[in-house]
Every structure is written in structure tokens, then in C-alpha cells.
């Protein structure tokens, strides 16, 4: 099977950390089966049936979860076979089913329930089925499955970090009281500070976003936790926003600690960034705008981060003030041709309205931008997953498309769509359409079931190799997103959709709907 790039959190990671068994993919480099390896391996697991480092060690060796390879017959055979042999021995069926799982194959759940059948207190074999579940679109019944591994093994913090995170997009209170008792259950684990890290992250309040940074400045040290330190990065950008002094003294804090020479390098330009930013905000305040145009020349801005419309916002002030307000406002039309948010757009119709331009124009303007960068979409013909046929971009034409590339074992996906879901439900009844191509056809037999079990609204397609997809192209990633005018145009491009910035989604949808 070709390689695929994808962003998979849920599997990839968890399964690393929380099992003796491999089962990421192993790489193309990797020797060939040894048959003599295999030989004495299955001997051992005769011996030892319940051993898991054994099977282990066999899985790895038969070389059966590399991506690039198909399933090994032999090696699901003797499974089968020692199934019928030791049907006592809940290590068995559970070796294969995680096997399966590795290959985020339909084929693991069975296996896994036969499992937790002969020991209703497997732990592994529970959480192979949470993540399982999730790709079927069984929320709730994976969400019991994670729930019980957590319950057989209540010392397990990865169990406990993925059980409190699940329910960050349906009972935020839920989530904030499971996640700091993960904190505080788990003092000298990352999933303590990783609990911690994405609590701050979700949290709107910017007060009480603070504290839960502070915390995990606090309890987790920086310098040996990595999620303290990836927590500091989003802190500061908070701090940069509200207080650029403050985030002086955070950054100066952090490079003060022994760094790494690339992450010391990173700490020493935050902290001249905080200084920039706080001395052209004094320079502003006493007046000296002009002066100040030197100094935020030196503020770069960065390609990630939350940060970046302030700081857009900012530079444009500073043109704005010294007199250059035409600059300022072509600064704001830019970026919000691409990145539409209200306080962009808000300051945006007041530059221009210094410079004797109305509303319409300013729409005027930001229409000409985006005309100007469009690419005209390839048509698509694509096998539809809920109905008998094809699907092709001509059906949707006189339409605005939300196209997503995604499958269902895909974390960073089902991640996304319950904040697309929440923009889209706004348009219901209007010219609009939600696709999204599957871009794994081994796990086609999840789909439908993950469609009717999640109720999510999108429209299910199966992607073709033999596309060309041009200036749609994924990449062989997921997910990777796009919005299509009713033209058939490329408006929007690569962008992402969580919590924060779910009305730059809807905006961007909206402008795009008006404008026909």
C-alpha cells in the first residue's frame, strides 16, 4: 500500500506510549520476516500463550502492520489457529485484533470483543476498542469502552487523559473537572501536563485561561516537561495580547532555563518580540507613531499561531497613526481577504473609512483580492458512499462547497467536525454543500456505519487515484479543507476549524453566499 501522510493523534500516539505491543507502521527499511525468528517465536508463544512482549515481538517481526504491506495470510491463520487451541487465553485474540487495529482495519473489533469476553478486565484490549469505536462513529459506546479500561486500570494516565479529553466538545464543565484531577492524579506524567496544556488551550476566558498556565507552569517545570513547554508557547502568545510586559518576563523566564540551542534561539526572539511590541505600544500611547514605524518593521510575523491578527492589527495601527492609513488598510484587506474575523473586519471598514471608501467598496476590494488569487476547481467524479453512483463538482455547481479530505481513522478529523457542524447547521435550507473524500479505501467499511452513528451532515465520498486533482490536491493528507465558490472556484484554502475560530469558518462561508 502507498505511504500516506496523515495527522493521526488518536492511534499513533496513544498506542505508543500505553502498549508492550507495536503497532505503528514500521519502516520500508525495515528487514524482511525471519523465518527462523518466527519459528522460535511461535514456539515461545506455545509455550507462553498469555506472554504479551512475546506476541509482540511477533507482530513485529512478521512484519504485519507495515503500511505498505497487504494482510499475511500466515500470520492471521496461526492466530485462528491458536484461537481454537487456547480459547481461554484472552491474549490471543486480543494479539490479532490489535494487530488489525495497527492497520486501523475494520477487521479488529471481533477480535478485540472476544477478548474482553474471556477477561472482562482487559485494559488494552478496551482502549483498542475506544479508538475503534470512535472510527465506526460510536461515540458513546466507545466512550464506555475507554471508560472501562480506565476503570481496570485507574493508575493508567493515559487512559485517564483520553477519557477526560473526550468530552471537551459536549460538557466543557465535565472536562475541566476531569482534566485537572488528571493534573493532579498525575504529578510526574506528561498526560499531567498534557491535561493542563489543553484545558489553558480550550478555555475562553482569558482570566482563568491564565491560571490554568500558571498552573502548569507551577506543577509541571518547564525544562522537564515537553508539554509545560509547549504550554508556554501558547501562553505567551496570550500574554503577548494582554500584556506585552508580562510576556517579556514569561519569555525571559523560559530562556533563562537550560534550553537546547534551537529552543534558547526561539525564547531569545520571543523575548525581543515582547520588547518590540511593548515599546511601539508605549510609542503609540505618548504619540510617536512615526517612531514607532521602525520598530514595528522588526516584528515579524509568524506563519502559526493565535497571535497573529494582533499583531497584523497592531502594524496596521501603527500606519494608521503615522499617517499612513491607505498602507494600514491595505494591510487589514489582505489578510482579511484570506482570514476573515470581525475585529479584523471592523477595523478594516473604519481605515476605509478614512479614506473615503464605503462599505461596498471595502466588500469591493475584498472580492477583487480573492478573485484575483481563485483557481478554478478540477471536476470530480467520485463514487458516493450512501447512494448507488457518482458524485461529480458540476452536480453542486451554483452552490458554495465545504470539501474535506478525511478517514475515519483519522483523530485530527473527527476532531474538526463537530466544529464544522456547528458553522454549518447555520446555513441549512441555503446554496450550500459539505463533502467529504475519504482518502483511505481500506477503511471504506467504516464509513457508513460512522456516518448514521455520528449524524454528521457531510456528504461521504470515496476519493480516486486517478484524479488529478490540481489545485486540490491533498497531498496525500488529512484533513486538508477547502471552500468552493458557486463558480467552481478555490476560494479558501488549507485552513483549520476548531473552537476559536469557528466564525472565521462561518464569515468566510457567509461572504461567499452574499456574494452571489
Not at 28 to 44: F, G, I, Q, V, Y
Not at 159 to 167: I, K, Q, T
Not at 355 to 379: C, E, F, G, H, M
Request: charged share 25%; hydrophobic share 40%.
Amino acid at each position: 500500500m502507498k505511504r500516506i501522510k496523515i495527522f493521526s493523534y488518536c492511534f499513533l500516539i496513544a498506542i505508543c506510549v500505553v502498549f508492550n505491543i507495536q503497532a505503528v507502521a514500521q519502516p520500508s527499511t525495515d528487514k524482511a520476516a525471519d523465518p527462523e525468528e518466527l519459528s522460535n517465536l511461535r514456539k515461545e508463544i506455545e509455550k507462553n500463550p498469555a506472554d504479551l512482549d512475546l506476541h509482540a515481538k511477533y507482530l513485529k517481526a512478521s512484519g504485519f502492520t507495515r503500511k505498505e504491506e497487504g494482510e499475511i495470510a500466515a500470520f492471521i491463520k496461526q492466530y485462528e489457529d491458536w484461537i481454537i487451541k487456547f480459547p481461554t487465553t484472552a491474549a490471543i485474540p486480543y494479539a490479532l485484533g490489535h494487530a488489525f487495529a495497527g492497520k486501523e482495519s475494520p477487521k479488529a473489533k471481533p477480535y478485540l470483543l472476544k477478548a474482553v469476553a474471556i477477561d472482562p478486565k482487559f485494559d488494552k484490549a478496551y482502549f483498542d476498542l475506544w479508538i475503534d469505536g470512535e472510527r465506526w462513529g460510536d461515540f458513546k459506546v466507545s466512550r464506555e469502552y475507554l471508560n472501562k479500561a480506565k476503570e481496570a486500570a485507574p493508575d493508567n494516565a493515559d487512559y485517564a487523559f483520553y477519557y477526560a479529553n473526550g468530552f471537551d466538545d459536549t460538557d466543557f464543565e465535565l472536562y475541566r473537572k476531569l482534566s485537572l484531577q488528571v493534573a493532579k492524579d498525575f504529578p510526574t506524567s506528561e498526560r499531567g501536563a498534557q491535561a493542563l496544556y489543553w484545558l489553558a488551550h480550550k478555555e475562553k476566558n482569558v482570566a482563568t485561561k491564565i491560571l490554568y498556565y500558571e498552573q502548569l507552569k507551577s506543577s509541571f517545570p518547564v525544562d522537564k516537561f515537553n508539554w509545560s513547554m509547549s504550554g508556554m508557547s501558547t501562553y505567551f502568545e496570550v500574554l503577548l495580547e494582554k500584556s506585552a510586559k508580562e510576556a517579556v518576563g514569561l519569555a525571559a523566564y523560559v530562556a533563562g532555563l537550560p534550553l537546547q540551542e534551537r529552543g534558547l534561539k526561539t525564547w531569545n526572539d520571543n523575548t525581543q518580540l515582547a520588547k518590540n511590541v511593548a515599546e511601539v505600544q508605549s510609542l503609540l500611547k505618548n504619540g510617536k507613531a512615526v517612531d514607532a514605524i521602525a520598530i514595528a518593521d522588526k516584528i515579524q510575523v509568524p506563519r502559526y499561531g493565535s497571535s497573529i491578527p494582533f499583531i497584523i492589527l497592531l502594524k496596521a495601527q501603527v500606519l494608521d497613526e503615522a499617517g499612513k492609513t491607505k498602507e494600514a488598510y491595505e494591510k487589514l484587506l489582505t489578510f482579511f481577504a484570506k482570514e476573515p474575523t470581525e475585529k479584523i473586519n471592523n477595523q478594516l471598514l473604519i481605515y476605509g473609512n478614512k479614506i473615503n471608501k464605503a462599505s461596498a467598496a471595502v466588500n469591493k476590494d475584498v472580492l477583487y483580492v480573492r478573485d484575483t488569487t481563485a483557481r478554478q476547481a478540477p471536476v470530480f467524479n467520485l463514487e458516493t458512499y450512501l447512494t448507488k453512483g457518482k458524485s461529480s463538482l458540476n452536480d453542486y455547481k451554483g452552490k458554495v462547497v465545504l470539501l474535506t479530505y478525511w478517514f475515519p481513522g483519522c483523530g485530527p478529523c473527527r476532531g474538526e467536525f463537530p466544529h464544522f457542524e456547528n458553522v454549518v447547521k447555520n446555513f441549512k435550507g441555503k446554496d450550500f454543500v459539505y463533502l467529504g473524500i475519504n482518502i483511505l479505501g481500506d477503511q471504506d467499511d467504516y464509513v457508513v456505519p460512522f456516518m448514521k452513528s455520528s449524524g454528521y451532515s457531510f456528504i461521504p465520498l470515496k476519493d480516486n487515484k486517478d484524479w488529478q486533482k490540481g489545485p486540490l490536491d491533498n497531498r496525500g493528507a488529512a484533513p486538508v479543507n477547502f471552500l468552493i465558490d458557486q463558480d467552481g472556484r478555490i476560494i479558501f484554502s488549507n485552513f483549520r476549524t476548531d473552537g476559536s475560530n469557528e466564525a472565521t469558518l462561518e464569515m468566510m462561508i457567509q461572504s461567499l453566499l452574499v456574494k452571489k
